[in-house]
Every structure is written in structure tokens, then in C-alpha cells.
């Protein structure tokens, strides 16, 4: 269900949420993947939603530094548990003091490290709850732990 991938370009509401132009790393969802197709490159390029269940999200492109048949792999995987326990800051302040929130692996979007640096200790986390609602959360997760969490 859940791929960590570089994502190499995409494209939302005029705008682009990769500030590198070498790609930026993502742990995405890949229930918010549609009309997945390969470049020239063998990179594959899609459709990404925020929220699938919001018929005001119309998707945006995106290209990512994996193949269809890796994204087949990760989108097959059985992650076991419906839910995910995550420690977070609830006012994205990492002096503060953490709590814990139960959040459902389908209603998760994206993951990225802060700052969009591997080597950060925290990680954001958006997800969709109530159906419409998009939160972002600042995690006490760097990205390999908060991946293998996700794996569970």
C-alpha cells in the first residue's frame, strides 16, 4: 500500500510540490494512484489524489523515479493492521511535548521528511479525515522508522 519513492515532478493548482529539481522523497499511498503510465525514462507518471472520496480534487500529475512494475510490487503488499499509532507534535513545535493519534493507513496521503532532508528526525504526515478534511502533522518519526510503522 505504501511506496518510498523520489518523486521527480507534481503539479498541483499551478504550483509544484517538489522544490528540487532532482526530486524530493515521498512515502506515498498507493490507493491515490490512477492511470499509472510509463515516460521515456521508464519513470512512471500518474495521477495523484489527495483525496479520491473529494470530487472537488482533481488529481495532479506526477512522476516518480520507479517503474509501473515497483509500483504493482508496493500497491500488492499486505499491510496487515488498518491503522497506524503515530507520535506527534500537536502544534508542529518539536519543544513541545509529543501525543499520540490512531490514524487509518487508507485515509494517509503522503509522508515526507522535514525540510525535505532524509537525515531529519521528523517527519510530516497529511491524511484525510471526516472525509473532506486534509491535516498535515508534524511526526517524532524519522523516515525509515515512520516507513517501517506504515509497513505493519
Known amino acids: 500500500m505504501f511506496m518510498p519513492t523520489t518523486v521527480l515532478d507534481w503539479r498541483i493548482d499551478g504550483g509544484k510540490r517538489v522544490p528540487d529539481a532532482a526530486g524530493n522523497w515521498y512515502i506515498l499511498n498507493t490507493n491515490r494512484m490512477y ?9 512512471a507518471y500518474m495521477f495523484y489524489f489527495d ?12 512522476k516518480v523515479d520507479d517503474n509501473v512494475t515497483a509500483l504493482r510490487i ?6 496487515g493492521s488498518e491503522a497506524v499509532t ?4 500537536p502544534n508542529g513545535d518539536i519543544t513541545e511535548a509529543t501525543e499520540e493519534i490512531t490514524i487509518a493507513k487508507n485515509s494517509i496521503a503522503y509522508c515526507y521528511p522535514m525540510g525535505f532532508q532524509m537525515s531529519n528526525a521528523y517527519c510530516y504526515v497529511v491524511y484525510v479525515d471526516a472525509g473532506w478534511n486534509k491535516n498535515r502533522i508534524l511526526v517524532n518519526h524519522s523516515w525509515i522508522p515512520l516507513y517501517a510503522l506504515l509497513e505493519v
Open 35 to 43: 492511470e499509472v503510465r510509463l515516460d521515456n525514462n521508464d519513470n
Open 74 to 79: 508496493y500497491a500488492d503488499t499486505d499491510h
Open 86 to 89: 503515530l507520535s506527534y507534535f
Open 51 to 62: 483525496n479520491p472520496a473529494d470530487s472537488r480534487d482533481g488529481g495532479a500529475h506526477m
